[in-house]
């Protein structure tokens, strides 16, 4: 009975052993997990890049205005006003302005003249010439002084000088000028008519006559008729001034002449 009783224990253990083992021979493997993937991140699509321009074309470097050499960087005349960029030529052009009668062309060329060239001394010359015409004598006689100053040989300046002292009535640094004048070269026969003016303003008549022959000499009409006005004449008094006229034979034979 016992025995029986062994056995069937062990025949139970066998069959709960057979079991536990086919338990483990027939469990299913779980099924692999299915891992889901997040979707990737969405990618905007960049915009459209505009087309690219060509570069704007590099204006040409413009050259800078040069200054005329000769030019001045401050004056009052046009370019036009200028026959010549030199200062022999706005000197040139002031005698030519002055001859045609054109004062104040005539004054502005010669002061360019004298901008460029201070120390020329027919340069102020002329524009002493300019202001005796515009009737400007004290002007005139600081211009005449200055080319005397910068070349005492220069006859006409010197003549000029007398001239203009004529015509302010100092006579006796007239004749001092024009006395001067005539012991130069060039002499010109009104030099010596203008002297011989001077002269005759401070009564010194013999003088004067033979001032006034030496013009004649030299074919100057007007000391021609000075000399026949004095025919005779022991003493004058002459208080009537000669205008300032620069063109030679006019205003009692007073004349600048051409420097």
Request: proline letters at 8%; hydrophobic letters at 35%.
């Amino acid at each position: 009975m016992r025995n029986t009783k062994i056995i069937s224990r062990a025949i139970a253990t066998l069959t709960l052993g057979t079991a536990l083992v086919a338990c483990e021979d027939t469990q299913t493997t779980p099924k692999p997990t299915t891992t889901i993937t997040p979707p990737s991140s969405v990618i905007t699509p960049e915009p459209p890049k505009p087309p690219s321009l060509p570069p704007a074309p590099v204006p040409e470097a413009t050259a800078p205005a040069v200054q005329p050499k000769g030019k001045p960087a401050e004056s009052t005349v046009a370019e036009t006003d200028i026959d010549d960029e030199s200062p022999s030529g706005a000197l040139a052009a002031s005698r030519e302005a002055l001859s045609a009668g054109n004062k104040e062309r005539a004054l502005k060329l010669a002061t360019i003249a004298i901008e460029h060239s201070p120390k020329r001394s027919s340069a102020w010359n002329a524009l002493g010439r300019a202001q005796l015409q515009m009737g400007k004598r004290k002007n005139a006689i600081t211009s005449f002084e200055k080319a005397v100053e910068l070349n005492p040989q220069n006859s006409y300046a010197q003549n000029n000088l007398g001239l203009a002292l004529i015509y302010d009535g100092r006579y006796s640094d007239a004749v001092d000028a024009l006395e001067e004048a005539v012991q130069l070269e060039p002499v010109e026969g009104y030099m010596w008519n203008n002297l011989g003016m001077a002269y005759e303003h401070l009564d010194r008549l013999e003088e004067a006559r033979d001032a006034y022959h030496k013009a004649v000499e030299m074919d100057n009409d007007h000391a021609e008729e000075s000399l026949a006005r004095l025919k005779g004449v022991k003493s004058v008094v002459r208080t009537a001034k000669a205008e300032p006229d620069t063109k030679e034979g006019d205003s009692g034979g007073g004349s600048t002449g051409p420097r």
